[in-house]
């Protein structure tokens, strides 16, 4: 069948995210490429991928372009799935006899329920779906199929057995022709992240066991499962060959450092390519390794701090002692490798004082830029569980992650921490941060650096006012 893989445009305003659709606007404008669709329109011949938010489509310009497909996978997320569900709902209007289809880790929990949700959802892809969406593209019959569930004809829904995990992950093809073939890069933006950039899988899951983390517990699994050094540093090679106009490339597994010595394997291998590169990393790496990693191109560390308080990190067994992280700061800084660092407000045992230190702790360690983030309680993570049993939410009630702007709001509160309380703590801690005078320097040093520079971040600064403007009504 004539494939495409979609990334629906939303009708409330999101502006793209991480991996493939972050919960809410981000403070400065960004999108992430939608690797996960990528990935099986390269087992597909003549498939397409279309990013609508990244393109900045329209809904009826992208239901001009959809209804010429056969097939149509849409991949979806909590927050986007009422919307996704609504898009879906007006292209079988326009062409009853597409075949459409969903992914991604809403539907691949939450398989009935979103089937049953709307009738113009004709099937779901649930685990890891490449080769799924492979099979369904070649028409092979619906019940053959492992990891699908679909509706029949006489309304009823079906849910296949389990597609094994895939463990030889060069099984895969490469996704940098994807983009090329199908992507506008330039149209790919992070704050940062140099632009243009690339990002990739290196290998899929990982070992962590953080409480509140989607991929793992929904589609990715807690085994990191990874591509051989060979093949990664060959797609490296593509890029640099056929790409030349890209500048970064991020390895986004979810902890890429996990496996030290494979990944001093790849930094050698990127040295010797002269390719810029960041990672994912856990707040741990030796000092021996970091140094490996920044003498072989290593730009830039994303680094999921998420609090200050060592009885919170304990709580969503993030793994980690703060103490490890300020040395692995420290030694960040004296290897002269960047940090963007997260944090979550309102994990398990938030309060105002813990708020407060994890604001002391963020300047302290002093990443070059920040996220911060509400926790979000996913259907299909432990969070969400403990969530439920604990109280703070209903079961099955329908979670709110985000305002009709797009803006996140906090889905869980507790006793003595309010949910209005704890939102308004997400632009307080912003301003606390940045707002300093060492911090404003940095900024504007580095905005000194060259006129691209300059502009880019006088454009980032007025996204961010605007953000906390937005935030704060």
């Keep these: 069948m004539k494939t495409l893989f979609l990334q629906a445009p939303s009708y409330d305003g999101f502006d793209g995210g991480a991996g493939s659709r972050y919960q809410a606007k981000r403070e400065v404008r960004s999108f992430w490429y939608p690797t996960w669709l990528a990935q099986p329109a390269a087992l597909i011949a003549d498939s397409r991928v279309l990013d609508a938010t990244a393109d900045g489509l329209s809904v009826e310009e992208t239901l001009d372009i959809a209804q010429q497909y056969d097939l149509v996978i849409i991949h979806t997320s909590t927050p986007s799935f009422p919307t996704d569900a609504l898009f879906a709902e007006d292209l079988k209007k326009r062409k009853p006899s597409l075949l459409l289809g969903m992914v991604g880790a809403k539907v691949a929990v939450d398989p009935h329920n979103s089937l049953t949700a709307s009738d113009a959802i004709d099937f779901v892809g649930r685990e890891e779906f490449d080769f799924t969406c492979k099979e369904v593209s070649e028409g092979k019959p619906f019940p053959q199929i492992k990891g699908l569930s679909y509706r029949n004809a006489d309304g009823s829904i079906e849910h296949n057995e389990a597609r094994p995990i895939l463990e030889n992950m060069d099984e895969l093809p490469f996704v940098a022709p994807i983009y090329k073939r199908d992507l506008t890069i330039k149209n790919y933006f992070n704050g940062y992240l140099k632009h243009p950039y690339i990002s990739l899988y290196t290998g899929r899951g990982c070992r962590s066991k953080c409480t509140f983390c989607l991929w793992p517990q929904t589609v990715g699994g807690h085994r990191y499962r990874v591509r051989s050094v060979e093949n990664v540093l060959e797609e490296v090679k593509w890029i640099r060959d056929n790409m030349p106009e890209v500048k970064e490339i991020m390895f986004d597994d979810d902890t890429f450092t996990d496996f030290k010595p494979r990944a001093e394997e790849i930094a050698r291998g990127m040295g010797k390519l002269g390719v810029t590169w960041s990672c994912n990393a856990k707040a741990n790496v030796p000092y021996a390794t970091l140094k490996i990693m920044k003498e072989n191109g290593l730009r830039l560390l994303l680094v999921g701090y998420e ?139 580095e905005m000194l650096t060259s006129w691209d520079m300059m502009k880019r971040r006088l454009r980032e600064g007025v996204e961010f006012f605007r953000f906390l403007r937005a935030h704060e009504a």
Aim: glycine content about 8%; aromatic content about 10%.
């Design 307 to 445: 609090s200050g308080d060592d009885q919170i990190l304990l709580n969503v067994k993030k793994g980690l002692r703060t103490d490890i992280a300020r040395r692995f700061a420290k030694d960040c800084r004296t290897l002269g490798i960047k940090v963007h660092g997260t944090f979550i407000l309102g994990l398990p045992g938030e309060t105002q004082e813990t708020i407060r230190k994890t604001i002391e702790y963020a300047k302290e360690i002093n990443p070059l830029t920040i996220q911060v983030s509400l926790a979000a309680p996913y259907p299909g993570t432990t969070l969400y569980k403990q969530a439920v049993e604990s109280g703070w939410l209903e079961e099955n009630k329908v979670i709110n992650l985000v305002s009709k702007k797009g803006v996140q709001l906090a889905a869980i509160g507790y006793p003595d921490l309010s949910r209005d309380e704890m939102y308004h703590q997400l632009e307080n801690f912003y301003k606390r941060f940045y707002f300093r005078p060492s911090k404003i320097w940095e900024i504007l040093r």
